[in-house]
């Protein structure tokens, strides 16, 4: 089957934005009077509850915290998101190696580009409009987000939202992943998976990947091939990938 369409994860996957938002969080707590102040490792943790709203919730039952009279997760949640765009006014996230010329190679050869995220809606927008350009929201056919789902991944409900909304099956696309939760529910939605580990996900099990890549290089900075079928650098480009899905598509018919 021909591919239609690439699935992009956000966090991890276009951006390493997992600080921005692990700072965002922190500023919440602290503009609410919460004595909570999250390090790094403690958000490395955390990450494995996917969604903020989610995460602060596992964070204040797994700890067992007695939270303020009237505390609540999702109002907290929302404040944080508004924190996390308005620090990309100041200082936005770069794009990860690769990504801007995939979407322009998919984009030049009529293969749709869409998201499929955990993170908010108005998250995804400020990344794109501060990397791209606010024309590039535009060029993305669908945004599967947290908001659209009732559970987030590993549950392949926002990658089967997302096919749902392009029209095509799953042999048809792939997903571009950084994470095993993110892999997990690309894989039972049915999609080949590619994964560029990110600076938090790196060491976890990535096996049923379709292959796993640093990154998806530059001609000046080659990708290092990590896992899965084997790819040779300098990038992993759109020609590469048609093959990679292909070959899957064929394997999985045998
Ligand atoms: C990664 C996540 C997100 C962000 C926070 O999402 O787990 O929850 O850390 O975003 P993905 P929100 O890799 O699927 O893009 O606070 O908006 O939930
Ligand atoms: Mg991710």
């Known amino acids: 089957m021909a591919l239609k369409a690439i699935l992009f994860d ?8 997992e600080m921005a938002h692990l700072a965002a ?19 490395a943790e955390l990450l494995s509850v996917t969604g903020g709203r989610e995460r602060i919730k596992y964070f204040v039952e797994s700890r067992g915290i007695d939270t303020p009279e009237n505390f609540d997760a999702g109002a907290l949640h929302k404040h944080k998101t508004k924190l996390y765009n308005e620090s990309f006014a100041q200082k936005g996230v770069p794009l990860r190696t690769g990504i801007e010329r995939l979407i322009l190679e998919a984009r030049a050869s009529g293969v749709k580009i869409a998201i499929a995220t955990t993170t908010s809606r108005p998250n995804v927008d400020s990344l794109i409009a501060s990397t791209l350009g606010e024309e590039a929201i535009d060029w993305f056919s669908t945004f599967a987000c947290g908001e659209d789902v009732a559970r987030k991944k590993p549950s392949p409900e926002v990658y089967q939202v ?3 909304r392009l029209g095509i099956q799953p ?7 950084d994470s095993i939760n993110g892999l997990k529910s690309a894989v039972q939605a049915g999609i080949p998976t590619i994964i560029t580990p990110s ?52 394997t999985a018919a045998e």
């Open 162 to 164: 997302c096919l749902e």
């Open 25 to 43: 969080f922190n500023r919440a707590f602290a503009d609410w009077g919460l004595p909570w102040a999250w390090s790094r490792d403690d958000y």
């Open 171 to 177: 042999e048809e696309a792939v997903a571009m992943e």
């Open 10 to 17: 956000v966090d991890g996957t276009l951006a390493e934005t």
């Open 199 to 250: 600076s938090f996900t790196q060491g976890e099990d990535f096996s049923g990947a379709l292959t796993v890549v640093s990154d998806l290089g530059d001609p000046k900075s080659s990708l290092a091939w990590l896992s899965g079928v084997r790819v040779e650098g300098p990038t992993l480009d759109l020609p590469t990938i048609r093959t990679l899905v292909e070959g899957a598509a064929r």
